[in-house]
């Protein structure tokens, strides 16, 4: 309704408009006609002999006036001719008389009602030989212009009127459909609440802000989707994962409890696998938290990284885990901008797998090079091990995924380290390794990467030997 109004305002205004200047407009035309017929009066000489009157006379005679313009000429001594086709009604208005019987000294032109018509009004001095001798009166009847604005104030309304109904129509289906939507939304939301989280719009049909928000809405839902299956899937993990280690920690106990306590030994054992097995539980639970935690928005605190100083760090914190053959090769000069923890933490985990899939001696190497063919940055982490089947790539970078049945640890370190990556916008890949074991490499994007200004920088602090997130 506020909609209508306002356009019914603004039309209105612009109606208004529009016949005041087409009022003005045709006025002017009247105007400019008479002071045209005023000129081409003046324009003639006097003959010799003549008076104003019988010059003027003479000039009517081989002049023809337009339809509804009068022109009177009188003199001093109150007597005066006329022309046109409704003169005499002109002559005999009292105001037109006045003006022929005593001539003003300057011209003028008004709109003016004489004989019972609005007409457009002339009044001008007639000088000859330098001297005022008459009068000359003009007048155009502007009822023709009347009706012409008339025609024109319908019509403008009536446009005016139609676009009033369109506008306030089509503002009426806008909302309509918008609201439709709206609704939906609406709905949509409280299904989800009551726990439909598959609830979906799906396809508008149309490219406008309307469409965009359901296609909004439903990445939205999708998101939220995945979040809250991951949250399950996570504590299903959880309660997998430690049912196991509780169990057992719980047998002994119970073992114990049934042989008594007096043996020191037997206590003293007990003890020990209890405490494993809560250290155990602890350190899963950690790497699951950190795994939950990767679809936080503030994960990763990225900062300006001097690639070669980092892994020459990372490959000096690496060489006390075990007795192996460590190489890092000649390193790209760049600057990349990482979270520096989390990329520590994730390559230390690669070499920790490495180093549980080794034996004393084995190759170790870490490396970074770019790609020539997307300017991406990789970082890889080589060994000379048994390697993993090509099979098994995809399923090793999930949860609990492992290699091997006897493999030790928990099979969260990989999951980690992609995780990181995407984090990072960038991924993980794995594939046969040149030193016969197997390489898993860390992609960042280019974006991350640029030249290195030649800064100095001090290298960072050894971490401790073991990697922040374990295996």
Same mark, same amino acid.
């Given at each position: &309704?506020?909609? $209508?109004?306002?356009?019914?305002?603004v039309?209105?205004?612009?109606?208004?408009?529009?016949?005041? %200047?087409?009022?003005?407009?045709?006025?002017?035309?009247?105007?400019?006609? +008479?002071?045209?017929?005023?000129?081409?009066?003046?324009?003639?000489?006097?003959?010799?002999?003549?008076?104003? *009157? %019988?010059?003027?006379?003479?000039?009517?005679?081989?002049?023809?006036?337009?339809?509804g313009?009068?022109?009177?000429?009188?003199?001093?001594?109150?007597?005066?001719?006329?022309?046109?086709?409704? #003169?005499?009604?002109?002559?005999?208005?009292?105001?037109?008389?006045?003006?022929?019987? @005593?001539?003003?000294?300057?011209?003028?032109? /008004?709109?003016?009602?004489?004989?019972?018509?609005?007409?457009?009004?002339?009044?001008?001095?007639?000088?000859i030989?330098?001297?005022?001798? !008459?009068?000359?009166?003009?007048?155009?009847?502007? $009822?023709?212009?009347?009706?012409?604005?008339?025609?024109?104030l319908?019509?403008?309304?009536?446009e005016a009127?139609?676009?009033?109904?369109?506008? $306030?129509?089509?503002?009426?289906?806008?909302?309509?459909?918008?609201?439709?939507?709206?609704?939906?939304?609406?709905?949509?939301?409280?299904?989800?609440?009551?726990?439909?989280?598959?609830?979906? +719009?799906?396809?508008?049909?149309?490219?406008?802000?309307?469409?965009?928000?359901?296609?909004?809405?439903?990445? &939205?839902?999708?998101?939220?989707e995945?979040? &809250?299956?991951?949250?399950?899937?996570l504590?299903s993990?959880?309660?997998?994962?430690?049912?196991?280690?509780?169990?057992? #920690?719980?047998?002994?106990?119970?073992?114990?409890? /049934?042989?008594?306590?007096?043996?020191?030994a037997?206590?003293?054992?007990?003890?020990?696998? @209890?405490?494993?097995?809560?250290?155990?539980?602890?350190?899963?639970?950690?790497?699951?938290?950190?795994?939950?935690?990767? &679809?936080?928005?503030?994960?990763?605190?990225?900062?300006?990284?001097?690639?070669?100083?980092?892994?020459?760090?990372?490959? #000096?914190?690496?060489?006390?885990?075990?007795?192996?053959?460590?190489?890092l090769p000649?390193i790209?000069?760049?600057? @990349?901008?990482?979270?520096?923890?989390?990329?520590?933490?994730?390559?230390?985990? *690669?070499?920790?797998?490495?180093? /549980?899939?080794?034996?004393?001696?084995? #190759?170790? %190497?870490?490396?970074?090079?770019?790609?020539?063919?997307?300017?991406?940055?990789?970082?890889?982490?080589?060994?000379?091990?048994?390697?993993?089947?090509?099979? +098994?790539?995809?399923?090793?970078?999930?949860?609990f995924?492992?290699?091997?049945?006897?493999?030790? !640890?928990?099979? +969260?370190?990989?999951?980690?380290?992609?995780?990181?990556?995407?984090?990072?916008a960038?991924?993980?890949?794995?594939?046969?390794?040149?030193? !016969?074991?197997?390489?898993?490499?860390?992609?960042?994007?280019?974006?991350?990467?640029?030249?290195s200004r030649?800064?100095t920088?001090?290298?960072?602090?050894?971490?401790?030997?073991?990697?922040?997130?374990?295996?």
């Open positions: &309704m506020f909609h $209508a109004l306002v356009l019914a305002l039309l209105g205004v612009v109606v208004v408009a529009l016949v005041n %200047q087409f009022s003005s407009s045709y006025e002017a035309i009247a105007a400019r006609g +008479l002071v045209g017929e005023m000129r081409s009066f003046s324009a003639q000489k006097l003959p010799a002999g003549e008076t104003l *009157l %019988q010059a003027a006379a003479n000039y009517f005679r081989h002049h023809e006036l337009p339809a313009t009068v022109v009177s000429v009188g003199d001093s001594s109150g007597h005066y001719v006329a022309a046109g086709d409704w #003169a005499p009604a002109f002559v005999a208005d009292r105001a037109v008389r006045v003006r022929l019987e @005593v001539p003003g000294l300057t011209s003028l032109v /008004r709109t003016a009602s004489v004989a019972g018509k609005d007409v457009e009004l002339l009044v001008a001095p007639v000088n030989g330098g001297r005022i001798k !008459g009068s000359f009166v003009a007048a155009s009847d502007l $009822a023709p212009f009347r009706s012409d604005r008339s025609r024109v319908t019509l403008s309304l009536g009127g139609i676009a009033l109904l369109v506008g $306030a129509f089509s503002t009426f289906l806008l909302l309509r459909r918008l609201l439709r939507t709206i609704g939906r939304i609406t709905t949509a939301a409280e299904e989800i609440g009551e726990g439909d989280v598959e609830r979906r +719009l799906g396809d508008q049909g149309t490219d406008d802000e309307v469409g965009q928000l359901a296609t909004t809405f439903d990445k &939205m839902l999708d998101r939220l995945g979040v &809250m299956t991951a949250q399950r899937r504590l993990d959880v309660s997998h994962q430690l049912r196991t280690p509780l169990t057992v #920690a719980r047998g002994h106990l119970e073992v114990l409890q /049934r042989t008594g306590v007096n043996d020191s037997a206590v003293g054992e007990t003890v020990a696998v @209890v405490v494993d097995e809560l250290d155990h539980m602890r350190t899963l639970v950690e790497r699951l938290l950190l795994l939950g935690r990767v &679809m936080e928005p503030d994960f990763i605190a990225p900062e300006p990284i001097d690639l070669r100083s980092f892994l020459a760090d990372i490959d #000096a914190a690496a060489r006390v885990l075990a007795e192996r053959d460590f190489r000649e790209p000069d760049v600057i @990349v901008r990482a979270d520096p923890a989390k990329l520590r933490g994730a390559l230390l985990n *690669l070499i920790d797998n490495a180093v /549980r899939a080794t034996s004393a001696g084995a #190759a170790i %190497q870490l490396s970074a090079e770019i790609d020539p063919g997307t300017g991406d940055l990789l970082i890889s982490v080589d060994d000379s091990g048994p390697g993993i089947p090509p099979e +098994l790539y995809d399923s090793v970078l999930g949860r995924g492992r290699a091997s049945s006897r493999e030790d !640890g928990h099979g +969260l370190g990989l999951a980690i380290v992609k995780a990181v990556a995407e984090a990072h960038g991924s993980v890949g794995i594939a046969a390794s040149r030193l !016969g074991g197997c390489q898993v490499s860390v992609r960042l994007p280019r974006t991350a990467v640029s030249p030649g800064e920088r001090e290298p960072l602090a050894h971490p401790p030997s073991r990697s922040p997130f374990g295996a």
